[in-house]
């Protein structure tokens, strides 16, 4: 099956650092991909999609100067998280659908797991 | 956030009976919906998709459809174990195909 790359799986950093996250598909060329992050015993909360070759789409609430998205290429999306803070550490997950795929086909990253000291 | 909610559980139930897992939306346009399973400190991985009203049943699982109702449920037979896990319901958001909204999820444990 198609499989999509999250990089890195774990990630600690100190407060006021950034950090970046890579996600990537490895078989398939995704137009979109789709940012979540998870807190514990929470529900996937979407964070924004990311588009091909043009600026991301943020949810409600999310601020898109403190999550940075770039979607340079139809593999990859990377997600920085700015200026983090311990509020911030969270499980991050990205999804990517096939260009060429149907509404239900989405393929998910392994996640990645961020702690802010 | 479109509202996407599930009981919350934990579902226990022995190996062997029927898990029911059931999720309502707020969305009344909402035309796609999923079933994922998510392992502790893993991604989702999707486990069933329903479109129309009704039942689509796949090996042990059977999601049901009703969008009268906004609400869509699993049902998982002869329960296994390693179905232990929690179970994501999402619905399809907007007109970008592949935008989901997650349900909190339901932790199942299946107990030998």
């Known amino acids: 099956g198609a499989v999509v790359s999250q990089h890195p799986s774990w990630v600690i950093c100190k407060s006021g650092t950034s950090v970046k996250i890579e996600c990537r598909s490895l078989d398939f060329q995704a137009t979109t991909m789709f940012w979540y992050r998870q807190f514990p015993k929470q529900s996937l909360m979407l964070m924004a999609t990311?588009?091909?070759?043009?600026?991301?789409?943020?949810e409600q609430g999310v601020e898109k100067d403190k999550f940075l998205i770039n979607h340079a290429s139809l593999t990859l999306s990377t997600l920085t998280v700015t200026s983090a803070h311990p509020e911030d550490s969270s499980f991050y997950i990205c999804?990517?659908?096939?260009?060429?795929?149907?509404?239900?086909?989405?393929?998910f990253g392994e996640g990645s797991r961020l702690t802010v000291l | 956030q479109k509202e996407v909610e599930q009981n919350s559980g934990p579902l226990s139930v022995p190996e062997g009976a029927i898990a029911s897992l059931n999720c309502t939306y707020s969305d009344r346009g909402s035309q796609s919906f999923f079933w994922y399973r998510q392992y502790s400190g893993k991604s989702p991985e999707l486990i069933m998709s329903?479109?129309?009203?009704g039942d689509k049943e796949d090996g042990r699982f059977t999601a049901q459809l009703n969008k009268a109702s906004q609400y869509v449920s699993l049902l998982i037979r002869d329960s296994q174990p390693s179905d232990s896990a929690t179970y994501l319901c999402a619905v399809a958001g907007g007109s970008t195909l592949g935008r989901l909204y997650f349900g909190r999820g339901t932790q199942l444990t299946v107990w030998p």
């Open positions: 329903i479109y129309s009203n």
């Open positions: 990311s588009n091909e070759g043009s600026k991301a789409t943020y």
């Open positions: 999804s990517a659908r096939p260009t060429t795929g149907g509404a239900g086909e989405l393929f």
